[in-house]
């Protein structure tokens, strides 16, 4: 199986930054896009930004300037850099990745236990 975990969330004041990290693990032969969603008690899940493995990359308009995605291909990585946070990024962060596992075949859909990211006024 895979494993995705995430770190890096927390309470931080408007204005501040966070780094959000996210780690896959198991029987992995590839990772095709890996990406970060959010989600609060009274939305839908929603895409936050995502990375293609050569580097290609989509934002949510609400985030584009102020949050960053990267990916450490080597190591299974993906990284949501948020600067100018706001009160409405509030949310629980989920990791997602698109994986082709060891004998499988096709592309799985993996996502991680999620971190709270809270934005104080």
């Known amino acids: 199986q895979v494993q995705l975990v995430e770190s890096g969330g927390g309470l931080v004041q408007a204005g501040g930054s966070l780094r959000l990290s996210c780690a896959a693990s198991?029987?992995?032969?590839?990772?095709?896009?890996m990406g970060w969603y959010r989600q609060t008690p009274w939305n839908e899940r929603e895409l936050v930004a995502r990375?293609?493995?050569?580097?290609?990359?989509n934002y949510a308009d609400s985030v584009k300037g102020r949050f960053t995605i990267s990916r450490d291909n080597a190591k299974n990585k993906v990284y949501l850099q948020m600067n100018s946070l706001e009160p409405e990024d509030t949310a629980v962060y989920y990791c997602?990745?698109?994986?082709?596992?060891?004998?499988?075949?096709?592309?799985?859909?993996?996502w991680g236990q999620g971190t709270q990211v809270t934005v104080s006024s």
């Open positions: 198991g029987s992995i032969f590839s990772i095709n896009y």
């Open positions: 997602n990745a698109d994986v082709w596992v060891r004998a499988g075949s096709r592309w799985y859909p993996f």
């Open positions: 990375i293609g493995s050569a580097g290609s990359t």
